[in-house]
């Protein structure tokens, strides 16, 4: 043994065979794979997505709110495709400073969001690593057979619309780093809880499915902007964004107000995990009602044309210059 | 961008695009999820291992060996359930000092891969890190549903059996470090290439499966005796595993003859990614014959009992201590 874990064997034993317990595939975590079958009429739909200590979380962010990150921003990738969560693998790269401790808080974060989502661990794989902390998650879902929603089908004409409120992730993170030393409490408080904890929107994104009205989908964590470019250029249309008719909470409104140069890392910053989506205009009162039921607010922000590309007009009708691009990993 | 690489997108659209163009489920890489569905009948096999550079595999292997090496761990845990493999998502940590030569050279062992054993790429994610470069797999396959072996099923009165050789892997290890100056360099390349290039028992694995004969099976990738250890302790049964009944390649051989202290090794040291399986005693010249026929011996070195634990036994019926237990990660 090295490092300040128990062995292996042990630290799968006390932590994720508890998570797996529902899961009769997960053969009790005692083989090195684990089963699966969609119900007849249905697809699964599989998305991994990695976090590492010092790029994607810090290393004094609680355990249990990095595991809970780590499982939504893949919720949020299977809510981008309509899809009813099942569950998922996930490989813990731990390194010699990893204590029991914090595995402990890890597990403990995990379990809160398999009750909250319905979901739990299906397999993985436990590695040792000189560092930094690396996490991968693999999660499963199913769509209807064939009805999978995607970026590619965005049509001129469209409309464009947003779930939830946008810029609230990327203002969390300064937060936490400490900016905006002005800024109230409460407001801290919501926008660092924003950053730390996405709420994937699992339940409107089968819903949208369902309504069969959606014609492109997709989460936003790349920023809006950029986000907006993947739908446009997937489907080989143009979309043109209203910058001053994007859903803001109070917070970043408040801080908006203030510093309105804060607008391109609004729409840029990314970490939002809200849905973007783009319908036929007919289209857009019944999901928005839809949409109401579930208890999201859905936005209209944008149209797509033809052509290519993503234009951010301002109130005027005049092109702005994003400066901040979405966030890139290189 | 930083480091050495390209940006994300554009390293996705030149390596990793083409290595999923045949695979509908994957949708061209251009969203965050893929889609697949098992044929009626077939339950799904999931599995995931990572690999870290400088805990798994050595700063200076080929890329392509390693991107081989990543793909085969996955795909004898597929083996060992009998099932057919079928695609894979991959998540890629690559670090500053990572070039494109290197992801080039890493996708193209891929590509050899993927044409040898019929699969394709599914989906992934692509992130920075300071380093290690770290790998994680997850493999998707496919068995008759309700049927996928297991390590739980092993019976008193069972014939344990593994295919091919053993010990090839752990003594490969050691040359690629430069032990055994005086080895011929034949036995030299043998070795390194089992370490490198381990061969998923995949033909194998499903021919078993077939068979209906067999009660438990799981790959050695601990090494023997602790691999031995988990099909007894997941069947709540003992073991005694003949140690000069073990199947060894001549590289092997010549060395246990000139240095027999090197048995805990061969045993114990693991990457060998043979199949391991217990079954009853009127099946094994039905087994051995079906494995001669994929071309892949299959050799009886034990037998199951009432109680627990491995026991591992000379020629003269003496216990052996064995020094080396199997690989721990901690």
């Given amino acids: ?122 397999g993985g794989d436990t590695v040792a690593t000189p560092g930094p902390l690396s996490l991968t998650l693999t999660a499963l879902g199913t769509v209807p057979a064939g009805k999978a929603l995607r970026r590619n089908g965005a049509c001129a004409g469209d409309v464009v619309l947003v779930s939830g409120t946008i810029g609230d992730g990327a203002l969390g993170l300064k937060v936490l780093r400490q900016d905006f030393p002005g800024l109230a409490s409460a407001d801290r408080d919501f926008l660092g809880h924003r950053y730390r904890l996405p709420r994937p929107r699992v339940e409107l994104g089968q819903a949208l499915l369902e309504s069969g009205l959606v014609h492109a989908m997709m989460d936003v964590s790349d920023g809006l902007v950029a986000d907006l470019g993947h739908i446009a250029s997937a489907s080989h249309v143009a979309a043109v964004l209203h910058a001053f008719t994007v859903p803001l909470s109070a917070a970043a409104s408040g801080l908006l107000a203030d510093d309105p140069t804060l607008l391109p890392l609004l729409l840029g910053g990314g970490d939002d995990y809200e849905l973007l989506l783009t319908a036929p205009p007919a289209a857009v009162p019944a999901l928005v009602a839809l949409a109401r039921e579930v208890g999201i607010p859905l936005t209209a922000i944008g149209e ?26 290189f």
Same sequence: chains 1, 2.
């Fill in 1 to 122: 043994m090295a490092g300040k874990l128990p062995g292996e064997f042990d630290l799968i034993a006390r932590y994720f065979a508890p998570l797996a317990a529902d899961m009769p595939g997960a053969l009790g975590l005692e083989d090195d794979a684990c089963t699966y079958a969609p119900m007849p009429g249905l697809d699964l739909v599989l998305t991994v997505d990695a976090l590492v200590e010092g790029i994607h979380f810090l290393p004094d962010d609680p355990a249990d709110l990095v595991a809970r990150k780590l499982l939504r921003v893949n919720l949020s990738d299977l809510a981008a495709k309509g899809a009813k969560p099942v569950g998922y693998l996930m490989t813990t790269a731990f390194t010699p400073e990893t204590d029991e401790a914090w595995v402990a808080a890890f597990a403990r974060g995990l379990a809160a969001d398999q009750q909250e989502f319905d979901i739990g661990l299906l």
């Fill in 304 to 329: 797509i044309s033809a052509g290519e590309g993503v234009r951010v007009l301002d109130r005027d009708g005049e092109s702005l210059d994003m400066a901040i691009g979405g966030f890139r990993h």
